[in-house]
């Protein structure tokens, strides 16, 4: 997939080349020349961004049955008398946009929007390029007519966002190349093979198999991921764990070891993805800069970043305390203290104290997910004795039984995650992005705790409370609270409320604006069974998007 031509020719060339070379899908056109968005959009267009920040805009033509054809029409209509067609068609529309800012993906959603809602009944598939990246714009149209306007109603609106022409990431090349395969003989064809492809639930379980293996329906291992690899890896003293807990140490804690290691990974890369995290940590250069000796990543890099930086406040943050000529007190060595740096023999020298100064830049987390679960008694037995033989190690935070992992295996974790697109912002009814959302450190969580024992799976679940629902449920229930509560301080205005809820577009003339308005942000809202966030989240945006749809943005 050579994307080079965006960066070396103009826009309407590089997206005929994306399309007909790359992307197998010829499209039909018989014009290139430039156009006015404010002409194309008429009443749906905004001066203000991100309209005026389009640069440049083409016509770049239609796909639809006719390009399935040996003997295509030679027959294209200007872009105006395909956007006025009232006649509903089987195909798309595609104009390509040049802006000289990079747009967020509202933005995006906005301009996509906009085209569709000026469309009579042809769905319009957008292009956007901006710095070295382009954006492709899929629309899911619904064609009914609504009271207070005509044409159709435009769903949620997906989008692979932010591909690097120059240097294209993985996760984008591997999604436009399945674009690219899909042997279609009509446009219903190609539409249903795209949709497979621009399904954030197929990149989910693609991503998800990869990660946890792939199961039969009677339980046997029939792909192998990533969590088997470590499974068979890791080196972990859980003796005194199974015996203290009473745990069955393969069944039991050595899965949930590995289980924990995804999830904080995970965690951990959404933050880097926010720039909270430097991508310094996680290349393979930095075994060769800051450490000594093969397989101490694990220890030396990632555990020190979980346990004493993520779960330290910044300005707590140092190495434990070590003094040779008294190896066994534990207070002059802090065997016992689990938030503070350890394997300080792993670093080269100097290291350690460099590595110090780079997790200033990391924030303090908190929470629980980066707690170490080992454990040291610290009060007195029956004989008024301080007693050690109930000390056990869970994550193996240790010097003298530390857990160990291969550096081969963590950087095939990291490698695996490269290999994927991410996101920090959730999808919404309105847009999606094809990338991995933190919504799926709760889908990944929530099955792969089944993923050890899947006889015991259900039990699992409901020993943890680990049940994550459904993103289409929460917005559904959290738009019908919404609603309800507004109409109980607007009975007169339910039809309304109904109206300005449940439709995407813009609704400005809604009677009482500025009561609806206070109301709105007066509003508390509780989840008592609140777990990763998902209602109050939900519900948030939810506010926003109806608060931006009675203002001006």
């Given at each position: 997939?050579?994307?080079?031509?965006?960066?070396?020719?103009?826009?309407?060339?590089?997206?005929?080349?994306?399309?007909?070379?790359?992307?197998?899908?010829?499209?039909?056109?018989?014009?290139?020349?430039?156009?006015?968005?404010?002409?194309?959009?008429q009443d749906k267009y905004r001066n203000l961004s991100p309209f005026n920040n389009v640069t440049e805009l083409y016509f770049s033509g239609l796909i639809d049955n006719s390009i399935f054809q040996k003997s295509p029409s030679e027959k294209v209509t200007d872009a105006e008398t395909v956007l006025d067609n009232v006649a509903p068609a089987d195909?798309?529309?595609?104009?390509?946009?040049?802006?000289?800012?990079?747009?967020?993906?509202?933005?995006?959603?906005?301009?996509?929007?906009?085209?569709?809602?000026?469309?009579?009944?042809?769905?319009?598939?957008?292009?956007?390029?901006?710095?070295?990246?382009?954006?492709l714009a899929l629309p899911e149209r619904l064609l009914y007519e609504q009271s207070w306007r005509t044409g159709a109603k435009v769903g949620t609106v997906i989008i692979l966002r932010n591909i690097d022409t120059q240097n294209t990431h993985a996760g984008h090349l591997r999604i436009l190349e399945n674009l690219a395969n899909h042997n279609a003989r009509n446009f219903n064809e190609l539409h249903n093979a795209w949709l497979?492809?621009?399904?954030?639930?197929?990149?989910?379980?693609?991503?998800?198999?990869?990660l946890a293996g792939k199961y039969s329906k009677d339980g046997n291992l029939i792909v192998e991921g990533w969590y088997q690899k470590c499974?068979?890896?890791?080196?972990?003293n859980l003796k005194a764990a199974s015996r203290v807990l009473g745990k069955q140490i393969e069944d039991e804690l050595k899965p949930q070891a590995v289980i924990r290691i995804i999830i904080r990974m995970m965690f951990i890369w959404f933050m880097k993805e926010k720039g909270l995290i430097a991508n310094k940590f996680f290349e393979k250069s930095v075994v060769d800069d800051f450490l000594n000796n093969e397989n101490t990543y694990y220890n030396a890099i990632l555990q020190n970043l979980f346990f004493a930086v993520l779960n330290k406040k910044i300005d707590e943050r140092r190495f434990r305390k070590e003094n040779p000529e008294q190896p066994s007190n534990p207070e002059e060595n802090e065997h016992g203290i689990f938030d503070v740096m350890r394997y300080k023999r792993y670093f080269k020298d100097g290291k350690a104290n460099e590595f110090l100064a780079?997790?200033?830049?990391?924030?303090?987390?908190?929470?629980?997910?980066?707690?170490?679960?080992?454990?040291?008694?610290?009060?007195?037995?029956?004989?008024?004795?301080?007693?050690?033989?109930?000390?056990?190690?869970?994550?193996?935070?240790?010097?003298?039984?530390?857990?160990?992992?291969?550096?081969?295996?963590?950087?095939?974790?990291?490698?695996?995650?490269?290999?994927?697109?991410?996101?920090?912002?959730?999808?919404?009814?309105?847009?999606?992005d094809i990338a991995l959302d933190p919504e799926l450190l709760g889908t990944v969580f929530e099955n792969i705790i089944g993923a050890y024992n899947p006889e015991s799976k259900e039990n699992a679940r409901k020993s943890s409370g680990s049940f994550y629902t459904p993103k289409p449920i929460v917005d559904y229930i959290c738009r019908e609270s919404f609603k309800k509560t507004l109409k109980t301080k607007f009975p007169d205005k339910v039809e309304q409320i109904d109206d300005l809820i449940d439709n995407n577009e813009d609704k400005l003339d809604f009677p009482n604006k500025n009561n609806l308005l206070a109301a709105i942000t007066s509003l508390k809202v509780l989840d008592p069974a609140c777990g990763s966030g998902a209602f109050p989240m939900g519900m948030f945006n939810l506010m926003v998007r109806t608060i931006e749809k009675l203002q001006e943005h």
């Amino acid at each position: 997939m050579d994307l080079r031509k965006f960066y070396s020719e103009n826009l309407f060339n590089a997206t005929e080349d994306l399309f007909k070379t790359q992307l197998n899908v010829p499209l039909k056109t018989n014009t290139s020349a430039s156009l006015q968005i404010n002409q194309i959009l008429q009443d749906k267009y905004r001066n203000l961004s991100p309209f005026n920040n389009v640069t440049e805009l083409y016509f770049s033509g239609l796909i639809d049955n006719s390009i399935f054809q040996k003997s295509p029409s030679e027959k294209v209509t200007d872009a105006e008398t395909v956007l006025d067609n009232v006649a509903p068609a089987d195909g798309f529309a595609l104009f390509a946009l040049k802006l000289d800012k990079k747009p967020t993906r509202t933005e995006i959603t906005e301009i996509t929007r906009a085209f569709n809602m000026r469309s009579k009944a042809m769905p319009v598939m957008v292009l956007l390029q901006y710095e070295t990246m382009i954006s492709l714009a899929l629309p899911e149209r619904l064609l009914y007519e609504q009271s207070w306007r005509t044409g159709a109603k435009v769903g949620t609106v997906i989008i692979l966002r932010n591909i690097d022409t120059q240097n294209t990431h993985a996760g984008h090349l591997r999604i436009l190349e399945n674009l690219a395969n899909h042997n279609a003989r009509n446009f219903n064809e190609l539409h249903n093979a795209w949709l497979k492809v621009l399904n954030i639930k197929t990149l989910n379980e693609d991503f998800y198999y990869s990660l946890a293996g792939k199961y039969s329906k009677d339980g046997n291992l029939i792909v192998e991921g990533w969590y088997q690899k470590c499974f068979n890896n890791i080196d972990i003293n859980l003796k005194a764990a199974s015996r203290v807990l009473g745990k069955q140490i393969e069944d039991e804690l050595k899965p949930q070891a590995v289980i924990r290691i995804i999830i904080r990974m995970m965690f951990i890369w959404f933050m880097k993805e926010k720039g909270l995290i430097a991508n310094k940590f996680f290349e393979k250069s930095v075994v060769d800069d800051f450490l000594n000796n093969e397989n101490t990543y694990y220890n030396a890099i990632l555990q020190n970043l979980f346990f004493a930086v993520l779960n330290k406040k910044i300005d707590e943050r140092r190495f434990r305390k070590e003094n040779p000529e008294q190896p066994s007190n534990p207070e002059e060595n802090e065997h016992g203290i689990f938030d503070v740096m350890r394997y300080k023999r792993y670093f080269k020298d100097g290291k350690a104290n460099e590595f110090l100064a780079l997790t200033r830049q990391i924030p303090f987390v908190n929470g629980g997910l980066f707690q170490c679960h080992d454990y040291k008694f610290t009060g007195k037995d029956e004989t008024g004795e301080f007693n050690c033989r109930n000390n056990y190690l869970i994550d193996a935070f240790s010097e003298t039984k530390p857990a160990k992992v291969s550096d081969d295996v963590m950087f095939s974790l990291i490698e695996l995650f490269n290999s994927y697109v991410w996101t920090i912002e959730e999808s919404t009814p309105e847009e999606q992005d094809i990338a991995l959302d933190p919504e799926l450190l709760g889908t990944v969580f929530e099955n792969i705790i089944g993923a050890y024992n899947p006889e015991s799976k259900e039990n699992a679940r409901k020993s943890s409370g680990s049940f994550y629902t459904p993103k289409p449920i929460v917005d559904y229930i959290c738009r019908e609270s919404f609603k309800k509560t507004l109409k109980t301080k607007f009975p007169d205005k339910v039809e309304q409320i109904d109206d300005l809820i449940d439709n995407n577009e813009d609704k400005l003339d809604f009677p009482n604006k500025n009561n609806l308005l206070a109301a709105i942000t007066s509003l508390k809202v509780l989840d008592p069974a609140c777990g990763s966030g998902a209602f109050p989240m939900g519900m948030f945006n939810l506010m926003v998007r109806t608060i931006e749809k009675l203002q001006e943005h």
